[in-house]
């Protein structure tokens, strides 16, 4: 099959693992479309691979969905991901929905949808598959990665520690997101481990 044989008006699903809360740079892109191999979307590679999803509907009652991720783990790379990184928790899935006329095209980023966010809590592994437990960025106020709390607007880190990277000459630092843009002015990138998207209160 190739994309062509697609229905033009069909769904797309891609999937992408981003560990940079875990202090890594690398992201992980794959699909579950049969038979198609690689698919190039908005510039970058999403790899075959035999996943399945559960749980990304909203309920009627208001509670938010706690999805799960299952990928096979044939070829166990997944197993030394979690054996490395502390079973990928805190790191980031992003699902995007587009459409087959979308694909393969020069920058090109269209989605159906805005994209999901979601991240690792938990994990379940045995020699054929892992499981990812998944959870809204709304319903993860509190929760321990490996390294720190998540906290919405509060930094965690020392002050010019390695992981703060700040050289400048201001003595103090009240950690806060708007006290590190002060750090970090435009164009500078901010250098804080904060999450923007968590709520104060975890939503019940």
């Known amino acids: ?70 990928i096979s783990n044939v070829f166990g790379v997944f197993s030394d991901l979690i054996s490395e990184y502390d079973g990928l928790v805190g790191s980031q899935l992003t699902r995007y929905v587009t459409t087959p006329d979308h694909l393969n095209q020069v920058g090109d980023d269209y989605t159906i949808t805005d994209p999901d966010e979601w991240y690792v809590s938990g994990y379940q592994e045995n020699s054929i598959s892992v499981t990812f437990n ?36 201001l003595p103090t630092c009240a950690k806060t997101l708007a006290d590190c843009e002060n750090h970090f ?7 804080g481990s904060f999450f923007p998207g968590v709520d104060l209160l975890r939503k019940t």
């Open 185 to 191: 002015p435009s164009p500078q990138l901010i250098n």
């Open 134 to 169: 998944l959870k809204s960025s709304f319903d993860l106020q509190g929760v321990k990665l490996p390294n720190r709390i998540i906290l919405r607007d509060l930094c965690s880190w020392v002050y010019k520690s390695a992981e703060c990277s700040y050289l400048g000459s």
């Open 1 to 70: 099959m190739s994309l062509t044989d697609l229905i033009q008006d069909a769904k797309i699903h891609l999937y992408e693992i981003d560990l940079a809360a875990l202090g890594v740079t690398d992201k992980y892109r794959f699909h579950s479309e049969n038979k198609v191999g690689t698919i190039i979307w908005n510039d970058r590679a999403f790899k075959e691979m035999p996943i399945q999803i559960e749980g990304f509907e909203i309920s009627g009652r208001g509670s938010l969905p706690t999805p799960t991720l299952t």
